[in-house]
């Protein structure tokens, strides 16, 4: 559920069975095993551009105080169904902005989340979002409904004053959910609706770049009034993105071992960082809305989640210090996802259901 330092301590996996750590909420919740032997999946480049290349970057190794081993096929990694909802119906994203934005960031975040259901392979040609987001929607309910494939950005909300501060905890961060429903905005969508919080990159969180670049849960009554599903991400660019839009940057004390920091796709760090926070988030928030569907582990309070078994696998052959193969255009910018008016990105892959394994697009052709 909560995304944490992305810091990953890379070792020889293809030979070695590592356990898998879920660090989330609290980096204490060790519940499952891997095989640790990647699953040779197919990321394809794109077809319409000689500049475009396929490489595999080995980066530095990131810090002995990692939330994550490594990620592969496994049938050992126990993640259960728990009986509870999942989002099978069309789903309604309700954006808050917190903080100052510029309309060029807001904008390269909504053509991600639309890219969700761009299915035009003119529009976005494949390797594309919708196709990774197809791992995603292979998970089921008890009903057998898969989850929904279509996304809407069905209203904005800005708070450009601060009106909870500039530092936040997790719990006024429900309270910021609060505002935006009272002010009316947004309608209390139960069924189909979840809301994401967006803080700006002067506005500081409570564990972020410590512990955790994003979560996601559902509002208590008590402060919303509603039991409505959320996720908070945060934009690191200031405050830590060799931490938070890793590998877009890396410590300074990572020398040598690798290229370095990647040249991100869109020319913005913390951005281009938070995106890839952000499909982690929705894909185990429609996966898990209540904390009762789909995760390893019998804590539901600290579970691991479908984006967690893949934290820092970005393409085939990843791991021993590699994030696995990705793409590079002509102008050195790195990616695996094509989006929307010709948006590029970079992120992680999710654990499928099917393959046991972590998958990207196209994995299942």
Same mark, same amino acid.
């Given at each position: 559920m909560f995304i944490h330092l992305?810091? =990953?301590?890379?070792?020889?996996?293809?030979?070695?069975?590592?356990?898998? =750590?879920?660090?989330n909420h609290n980096n204490n919740n060790n519940n499952a095993t891997s095989a640790a032997t990647l699953q040779p999946l197919k990321l394809r480049p794109l077809p319409d551009y000689a500049t475009n290349y396929t490489f595999n970057p080995q980066l530095p190794p990131r810090s002995l105080s990692a939330s994550k081993k490594f990620e592969g096929s496994s049938e050992l990694v126990n993640l259960?169904?728990?009986? /509870? +909802?999942?989002?099978?119906? +069309? =789903?309604?994203?309700?954006?808050?902005?917190?903080?100052k934005w510029a309309p060029s960031q807001q904008l390269l975040i909504k053509d991600f989340l639309l890219s969700i259901s761009t299915f035009n392979h003119r529009a976005a040609p494949s390797p594309s979002? @919708?196709?990774?987001?197809?791992?995603?929607?292979?998970?089921? *309910?008890?009903?057998?409904?898969?989850?929904?494939?279509?996304?809407?950005?069905?209203?904005?909300? @800005?708070?450009?004053?601060?009106?909870? /501060?500039?530092?936040?905890t997790r719990l006024s961060i429900q309270e910021v959910i609060a505002t935006a429903v009272k002010s009316k905005p947004f309608p209390v969508?139960?069924?189909?609706?979840?809301?994401?919080?967006?803080?700006?990159?002067?506005?500081?969180?409570? *564990?972020?770049?410590?512990?955790?670049?994003?979560f996601h849960y559902f509002t208590f009554a008590s402060m919303v009034g509603?039991?409505?599903?959320?996720?908070?991400?945060?934009?690191?660019g200031k405050q830590c993105p060799e931490v938070c839009a890793y590998p877009f940057a890396v410590p300074g004390y990572m020398g040598g071992g690798g290229p370095g920091a990647l040249r991100p796709p869109n020319g913005d760090v913390g951005v281009d960082g938070m995106i890839s926070v952000i499909g982690h988030e929705l894909a185990e928030l429609s996966s898990n809305p209540l904390v009762n569907a789909w995760y390893a582990g019998e804590d539901p309070t600290a579970p691991?989640?479908?984006?967690?078994?893949?934290?820092?696998?970005?393409g085939t052959g990843g791991g021993g210090g590699y994030i696995g193969e990705v793409m590079r255009d002509g102008g050195g910018r790195t990616y695996n996802l094509n989006g929307r008016r010709g948006r590029k990105f970079l992120v992680q892959w999710i654990w499928s259901p099917?393959?046991?394994a972590?998958? /990207? +697009?196209?994995?299942l052709d």
């Open positions: 992305v810091f =990953i301590i890379f070792a020889s996996f293809l030979l070695l069975a590592h356990s898998i =750590i879920d660090s259960r169904y728990h009986m /509870g +909802p999942v989002l099978s119906s +069309p =789903i309604n994203i309700y954006l808050i902005w917190y903080g979002v @919708s196709e990774w987001w197809k791992t995603v929607s292979l998970y089921t *309910d008890q009903t057998g409904a898969n989850i929904s494939r279509s996304i809407l950005i069905a209203g904005e909300y @800005s708070d450009r004053l601060y009106s909870h /501060g500039s530092h936040l969508d139960h069924k189909n609706g979840i809301y994401l919080v967006l803080t700006a990159t002067d506005v500081t969180v409570q *564990d972020f770049c410590r512990a955790v670049c994003g509603y039991t409505l599903p959320y996720a908070w991400v945060g934009n690191s691991t989640e479908i984006g967690d078994l893949c934290e820092g696998l970005y099917t393959l046991k972590c998958a /990207g +697009p196209n994995a």
